[in-house]
């Protein structure tokens, strides 16, 4: 839905004008399953995105208009209460506001989505994180952006149950156009990579695998991790996470975890690593080594700390097999999106062939979506306002 129309939606609702604003999807080129890890990641926001229209309700209700969903729920301060909904993650938000002393008034607001959910795009993220950007709008609670972050994932945290890191609200917040952040999730700091694409692109696949954090493996992933930690400390008592664990001590330590343990940390130590050379590539504009890079990233996803599922390992065999520079699954993975970085020259054909084969294949067509990088959470407007300026 355009702006404008969901501008239109609001005031034929609620009889008055709204406030807009855009909130991002994410992809990740490098650097998977790290945050948590307190390592670095490569995200940066895309053009797929939450817009929400919103003003302050006379009520003090929360009344929110999902218009994808043709839904509508209200709800007071009162009624805040965790579950997996769309609305628990705005409740979990408000939660986070008013756990940090900022009570807000009720709101009334409309929202849609061009973010497919359960595709690996931070759709959640977006939500969270666009809401808590325009709650710090409209009552001026003079929040920064590394709290509206923060908040995000509590929402996820505390009301969905997803143990999930800062990667995606991190960059839903502070993505900035034609570059990529190399994001440090152990200070909450990032650096802006420009990035060229000139001849290349980003297509991403979507397997049509749904997946949903709180209910698969991930929270388990990030469980062998910090066991991980936990045994390392005995050898090494300084760690404090996998950040700081090299591939030596690692090894070293190999007899005291068990076989699972230590090949998830084997993964994120290595991925740790692959992300920081990925960041040189980058900045020396060497697009096929950093692609090398990416397979890399998928093998490890899926053999070690098996988070990729038959049909992304298809999709990234075959880009491998068929010229295209680098393929990986993305997100949090159990499906969702590959993504491919590719020549632009290269796409159609690539779009064409694998559509065909992957529906012999698996009997479901994949999406593709050729997506351009965005700017972070920000303020909008409508049509309607630019005529009446
Ligand atoms: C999901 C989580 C992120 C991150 C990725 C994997 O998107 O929300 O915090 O852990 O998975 O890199």
């Known amino acids: ?64 208009i999902a218009t994808d969903l043709d839904e509508k729920i209200s709800f007071s301060l009162n009624d805040l209460k965790p579950g997996n909904r769309w609305e628990n993650y705005l409740m979990g938000v408000i939660d986070a506001f008013k756990r940090r002393g900022k ?33 710090n709008e409209i009552f001026q609670c003079g929040l920064s952006k590394l709290d509206l972050v923060l908040i995000a994932q509590e929402s996820e945290h505390r009301f969905v149950g997803t143990m999930c890191g800062i990667m995606d609200m991190y960059a839903s917040l502070f993505s900035s156009p034609g570059s990529v952040m190399l994001l440090d999730c152990r200070t909450n700091t990032h650096e802006y990579l420009p990035i060229n694409l000139d001849e290349y692109s980003i297509l991403l696949i979507d397997t049509k695998v749904k997946h949903a954090l709180h209910e698969s493996g991930y929270n388990d992933r990030r469980a062998a991790c910090e066991e991980g930690v936990r045994t390392l400390q005995g050898k090494y008592p300084m760690i404090k996470s996998l950040r700081e664990v090299t591939i030596e001590m690692l090894e070293s330590a190999k007899s005291m975890l068990s076989n699972d343990v230590y090949i998830k940390c084997f993964y994120v130590v290595h991925e740790i690593d692959r992300t920081l050379k990925a960041a040189q590539l980058l900045k020396s504009h060497d697009l096929v080594g950093f692609g090398k890079l990416m397979y890399k990233t998928h093998w490890g996803l899926s053999k070690e700390y098996k988070v990729s599922c038959e049909e992304s390992d298809w999709l990234v065999q075959w880009a491998s097999e068929n010229e295209v520079t680098g393929a990986r699954q993305m997100g949090g993975g159990f499906g969702g999106c590959t993504i491919n970085l ?29 997506i351009e990088l965005s700017d972070g959470v920000h303020k909008t407007k409508s049509a309607l306002d630019w005529r009446e300026r």
């Open 1 to 64: 839905m355009t702006h404008t129309r969901l501008a239109v939606a609001f005031e034929n609702q609620f009889a008055r004008k709204p406030q807009l604003f855009v909130a991002p999807g994410r992809i990740n080129l490098i650097g998977e399953h790290i945050d948590y890890n307190e390592g670095f990641v490569m995200p940066t926001a895309i053009d797929k995105h939450f817009i929400f229209a919103i003003a302050p309700s006379e009520n003090n209700l929360f009344t929110f």
């Open 342 to 370: 590719l020549r632009k020259d290269k796409t159609p054909m690539l779009i064409d062939q694998v559509r065909s084969k992957y529906f012999a294949a698996f009997k479901k067509e994949p999406d593709f979506y050729q």
């Open 103 to 135: 009570v807000v008034g009720g709101v009334d607001g409309t929202f849609s989505s061009s973010i497919p959910s359960g595709a690996g795009l931070s759709s959640s993220a977006a939500l969270c994180s666009g809401f808590g950007f325009a709650l």
